[in-house]
């Protein structure tokens, strides 16, 4: 049965009213476990004006999912009351394939509680494997099922899917963008301590939920693209092992891109703050 609710959910933020469309229920997730034992895994999808690449993008993040045999899948998509219709169609695509979670909050709260609250959902419903992904075509669902294979031969609490590792890169990006990107991403890399990792911004991950609960990640106060900094440093802190692999990025076709110069200065702030942090840990010692 689909079932629509109303919740108060405590973001850190504030507390905001927000709407959930599912429909899946316990009963159904029960049915499905006495059938056959599947692992779970949940993709969280922020949106906001995303409207013309939803469209194609869960069509083939289902047809993907579909061909893991051995996995049951959710989406849990996160919309910020997006103007021309994301949450609709997020509805729509909600009860056609009947596995996927709508959270329809009322105005745009950030990129880090977007995910906190997506987490949880897939938390709650029993997912052992948490992907982030952005919704606008730049990640490829045909790299899940690598991701997949990584997190289980490697024993990894945390897959990356890197631009920057061997075979990795971007697809329609000009060359400023390259700069400015690669040049962020490897100061980055110092500030946090995270040599071994070759893309500390990427947004394309895999984690295994336990991990996500060592860090406690709904404790996690960065809420713009920070927020990716903040988990992989608390990942480190953790002494979690990390995993990359090769990904190709693709530059957005429909839409405007969300991350902007203040995004990267605020990603950097924090990576020096992270920085200064393990400086003043070290001294101590």
Not at 144 to 171: E, H, M, Q, W
Request: charged share 25%.
């Amino acid at each position: 049965m689909t079932t629509i609710s109303k919740a108060i959910y405590a973001l850190p933020e504030d507390k905001r009213l927000i709407k959930i469309f599912s429909p899946i229920n316990h009963q159904f997730i029960e049915n499905s476990a006495q059938h056959i034992e599947r692992e779970k895994i949940a993709i969280v999808l922020p949106t906001y004006n995303e409207r013309e690449n939803i469209i194609t993008l869960i069509p083939e993040l289902e047809k993907i999912l579909d061909a893991l045999l051995d996995y049951e899948s959710f989406l849990m998509i996160v919309d910020d009351n997006s103007k021309d219709g994301t949450g609709d169609i997020a509805v729509r695509f909600a009860r056609e394939y009947k596995n996927i979670v709508v959270i329809r909050r009322p105005e745009k709260l950030g990129l880090g509680s977007a995910y906190r609250i997506g987490f949880k959902h897939a938390i709650a419903i029993g997912a052992e494997i948490i992907f982030m992904m952005d919704s606008d075509l730049s990640h490829r669902p045909t790299y899940i099922p690598n991701f997949l294979t990584c997190i289980k031969k490697c024993g990894a609490g945390l897959v990356i899917g890197s631009r920057y590792c061997k075979d990795g890169s971007t697809n329609g990006w000009p060359l400023k963008r390259k700069m400015m990107s690669f040049g962020a991403n490897f100061i980055a890399r110092i500030l946090l301590g995270m040599g071994h990792v070759h893309d500390t911004t990427s947004g394309f991950r895999a984690f295994r939920t336990d991990t996500l609960e060592k860090i406690d990640y709904n404790t996690v106060i960065s809420n713009g693209y920070s927020f990716l900094g903040e988990l992989l440093f608390r990942v480190k802190q953790q002494k979690i092992p990390v995993k990359e692999i090769p990904i190709i990025f693709y530059e957005r076709e429909h839409g405007s891109s969300k991350l902007g110069k203040n995004e990267i200065k605020g990603f950097l702030m924090f990576a020096t703050r992270a920085f200064f942090h393990r400086l003043t840990k070290l001294f101590h010692l």
